[in-house]
Nanobody
Framework: QVQLVESGGGLVQAGGSLRLSCAASGRTFSSYAMGWFRQAPGKEREFVATITWSSGSTYYADSVKGRFTISRDNAKNTVYLQMNSLKPEDTAVYYC????????????????WGQGTQVTVSS
């Protein structure tokens, strides 16, 4: 059974940085893609970033491009989201997700989800 466990969320001032981690277990993830999504209060969940595990190919939402970096550590079966230059509008619950095959930015394509981690950016 696939398990995804996020960590690293917290409270940070605008302009600061956080690194989220997503520890994956229950599969060999070399044929998977991983994604980060977020949901702000009162809003729908939205795509943030995605990576194809085997190739390392990445894709980002325009709102985070140049500020966020998604990466993976094969040895640790962990995906990271490095978030720099954080803004109050980045405040949300961040979710890690996994799907078979190449990366995707559509939520419905993902098969497995973590429980989420809260990120709060103060102004």
């Amino acid at each position: 059974q696939v398990q995804l466990v996020e960590s690293g969320g917290g409270l940070v001032q605008a302009g600061g940085s956080l690194r989220l981690s997503c520890a994956a277990s229950g599969r060999t993830f070399s044929s998977y893609a991983m994604g980060w999504f977020r949901q702000a209060p009162g809003k729908e969940r939205e795509f943030v970033a995605t990576i194809t595990w085997s190739s390392g190919s990445t894709y980002y939402a325009d709102s985070v491009k140049g500020r966020f970096t998604i990466s993976r550590d094969n040895a640790k079966n962990t995906v990271y989201l490095q978030m720099n230059s954080l803004k109050p509008e980045d405040t949300a619950v961040y979710y890690c997700a996994a799907k078979r095959g190449a990366y995707a930015y559509t939520e419905s394509r993902y098969d497995y989800w973590g429980q989420g981690t809260q990120v709060t950016v103060s102004s």
